[in-house]
């Protein structure tokens, strides 16, 4: 009962801190030489190009890598920036031709907003601070790992599956290392395809993990049994962790 007890405070606690980590939505993982440009109002199949320029007057043109948010109207693009150059401007190109933005002053950590609309590209200023941020991201992978938790055990309640001190032991060794296999694939790769790949082949090797551990654990309970309690438990949690990415990120 006194351990009951102390879950549902623990839980209690987590839902408290909902709304402070949905407040702190800065972005994560931004580099001091990656320039993110948020893009709104594109037309369909527009090509960003960005070109850079050096105190000297020298200049290069870079095409911007691309990562949608629901479609190719709107998403965020990535330029990477090279040791010396302090402006830039953008080159938009569609069916219809190629317009130039005015130039802006490269920002270490530099954010930007570009309207296809009104064609004005704006600095949002230096939004990633290296000791907060990074801060924060680990707070949200202890909050994701506690919701986690929280809901598997609710799980394995139904289930009727005890002591639960392995269905947490399962998790604290899978969820991190795959929260953080995810956060390396979303900072160096940028891709939402190859992000939701990543996910789905973890969720499935998480699944046979646990799986795997949960057989060797509660010898007592039938194989059948434990199978369809780790299908159900990842299911839930992975839809949860979802909603709740949804809401922080």
């Not at 527009?46 to 007057?57: H, Q, R, S, Y």
Request: hydrophobic fraction near 45%; charge should be neutral.
């Amino acid at each position: 009962m006194k351990k009951r007890i102390c879950i549902l405070l623990f839980a209690a606690l987590l839902l408290m801190l909902v709304p402070h980590a949905a407040s702190a939505n800065a972005p994560s993982g931004r580099r001091p030489n990656t320039l993110w440009v948020e893009c709104r109002n594109l037309k369909h199949d527009t090509k960003i190009e960005a070109v850079l320029f050096t105190a000297d007057g020298s200049s290069r043109t870079a095409e911007a890598s691309f990562s949608r948010y629901r479609d190719d109207t709107e998403g965020m693009a990535y330029i990477r920036v090279e040791e010396g150059e302090t402006s830039f401007y953008l080159l938009i190109t569609t069916a219809e031709g190629t317009k130039r933005t005015d130039a802006a002053e490269i920002i270490e950590y530099g954010g930007y907003s570009y309207d296809g609309r009104t064609n004005l590209l704006v600095s949002t200023g230096a939004y990633y601070d290296p000791l907060t941020d990074d801060t924060q991201w680990f707070l949200r992978l202890g909050f994701l790992l506690g919701i986690t938790l929280l809901t598997e055990w609710i799980v394995a309640l139904c289930f009727g599956i005890h002591p639960v001190k392995y269905v947490f032991a399962a998790n604290a060794i899978s969820n991190p290392i795959m929260n953080v296999i995810l956060m390396f694939v979303m900072i160096l790769i940028r891709s939402d395809p190859i992000y939701r790949i990543a996910l789905a082949l973890l969720e499935i090797a998480v699944f046979f993990f646990e799986y795997w551990f949960y057989k060797r654990r509660y010898e007592r309970y039938s194989h059948t049994r434990l199978l369809l309690f780790t299908l159900v438990a990842n299911a839930v949690s992975l839809a949860g962790g979802i909603l709740l990415q949804s809401l922080l990120w």
